[in-house]
Nanobody
Framework: VQLQASGGGLVQPGGSLRLSCGAS????????IGWFRQAPGKERDWVGC????????DYADSVKGRFTVSRDDRKNTVYLQMNNLKSDDTAVYYC??????????????WGQGTLVTVSS
């Protein structure tokens, strides 16, 4: 499977944005998918993830209550809904498979990222 994150852009603080992680080459239904982000000059951080099947989710404390990961396996897409965005959320966002874990080394497939800029 190949992954591609999309949907990034410029948004004002307090605004919302929805990112998509699309798949090609294979269906996403059997994969757990994680979201990571990397701000300029900083290390890559885990944001959240969703398991396959029942779709249980997990989130980093920094985004809990503001971000939601969901999936639509019929559309081969996983989403990251981001609400109440802050300037600290500015980063390149990546989706990855096949784990639901804080640790990036547990993911074997990475998509190209999409840039989210939160600024007034």
């Amino acid at each position: 499977v190949q992954l591609q994150a999309s949907g990034g852009g410029l948004v004002q603080p307090g605004g919302s944005l929805r990112l998509s992680c699309g798949a090609s080459g294979s269906g996403l239904s059997g994969y757990a998918i994680g979201w990571f982000r990397q701000a300029p000059g900083k290390e890559r951080d885990w944001v959240g993830c969703i398991y396959s099947g029942i779709g249980r989710t997990d989130y980093a404390d920094s985004v809990k209550g503001r971000f939601t990961v969901s999936r639509d396996d019929r559309k081969n897409t996983v989403y990251l809904q981001m609400n109440n965005l802050k300037s600290d959320d500015t980063a390149v966002y990546y989706c990855a498979a096949d784990a639901c874990s804080h640790f990036d080394w547990q993911y074997s497939i990475w998509g190209q990222g999409t840039l989210v800029t939160v600024s007034s």
